[in-house]
């Protein structure tokens, strides 16, 4: 398979990292057969790649907004299935690594090449061809907007690094918490920043001199995380300020919900967190728990892949579900949004999506949203995200599902909603979609 003579351009370079670009090939023969190779090596040395195949029109162009890949990994009109439909190489000497920018403040790039014929499957593409042959086009891809600053922030007991967007503001403010990764995951909210929101991505176990245990806190630690965030000079905080979480974050984020002052925290976005609590919790002396737990079976494949499922009993009455989850449900203070995943690998969503329908509904909480994508797994991120079927958490690669074209969709649709959801609680006026 050799590589062609063709002109590659996009339409905007840089661009932010959730930001759809239109990329075009030309200088092709009708008709023509071409497989298209992208590629992202990480700060890690960690690759990541895909491919797709294409035929070009009677002027020897192809479009990706408007032509259809016809095989390889995706299929149909995917304009931005280069990035989104990127997996782990098999190159990579660790397996099942995850996509992860941990410095925000530099910029990603990637690499586009294309090649005569179409190539059955990456293995057919040797190293040398699809990674040793200059690339056709280069993108630049970025996680901070112009003008956004980083800061640092070591404050009492608080471990963060906040993000805010150019100008003065005040501007509406968010904590961003991860799961069961040590730190924080800066990107998020440098993104959010990126968006015009004050964004506080908060460490809560794994590093400086916090706990390394992520199942052990004192809510006390969000509180003061709160505090700082809405008391901060750039942030407009008379409301109270938002949480986004995904995984145990999620649960977290729960948690310090309901026991939390009113008008401190004005809504969270909960991605794939659980409804209960898993570990020992405190807030101001006392533990926060539930009377149950759910089950939690945990298996290790042959290839050494943990899956953690939990589970809880059918057809639970209301009254019967509370003992197993956490009272957010009753701060009527606080919007909710949840995002869930059909195949979330950790746990049965659209039966935990139910039961937190009837929680709501029997509080009569005025204001909480569910939503639930089809086939979409637990790591539900920003659009264009490549897809982690697979990804190390608490130092052990875990199943977390998901199946392509679902997830990429379901990150597309979830990622404007979720910011309509928050402009709307903390009364800003959303930004302009991108």
Sequence with gaps: MASLDARVITNKDPSMADEPIIVEISGLQPSMKITLHSSIRAPNAAVYECFAHYIADNRGKICLDRCESIGGDYKGVEAMGFMSFM????????KYERFLIKDPTKPFHIDLRVFDGHTPSLEDMSAEKRFHTNPHLTITRTYMAPGVVEIPVWDGNVRATLYLPPGKGPFPGIISMSGGYPG??????????????????????????????????????IEEAAVFLRSHPSVYGRRGVGIIANCFGGTLALMASAVLPKDLIRCVVTINGWPFSLGSFYYKGKEVCTDSNPTIQISVSADGIHTWISSLPSNLTVEQLKSFTLPFYNK????????????DGYCPSLQYGSYVRM?????????????????????????????????????????????????????????????????????VCPKSKL
Aim: charged share 25%; with cysteine.
């Design 87 to 94: 997996k782990p190489s098999n190159l990579n000497k660790r």
């Design 184 to 221: 924080a995951m800066k990107f998020k909210a440098a993104l959010y920043a990126s968006h015009g929101y004050a964004a506080l991505a908060l460490k809560f176990f794994g590093e400086d001199d916090l706990s390394e245990d992520a199942l052990s806190m004192d809510l006390e630690y």
């Design 359 to 427: 929680l709501f509904n029997d509080a009569r909480h005025p204001d909480y949203e569910l939503l639930c994508y089809e086939k979409a797994g637990h790591l539900i991120e920003h659009q264009y995200y490549p897809l982690a079927n697979v990804a190390w958490t608490f130092r052990d690669p875990h199943f977390n599902g998901g199946q392509q074209p679902e997830h990429s969709k379901a990150q597309c649709d979830s990622w404007g909603k979720m910011f309509d959801f928050v402009a709307e609680k903390l009364r």
């Design 332 to 343: 009527h203070d606080t919007s909710y949004l949840f995002i869930t995943g059909e195949y």
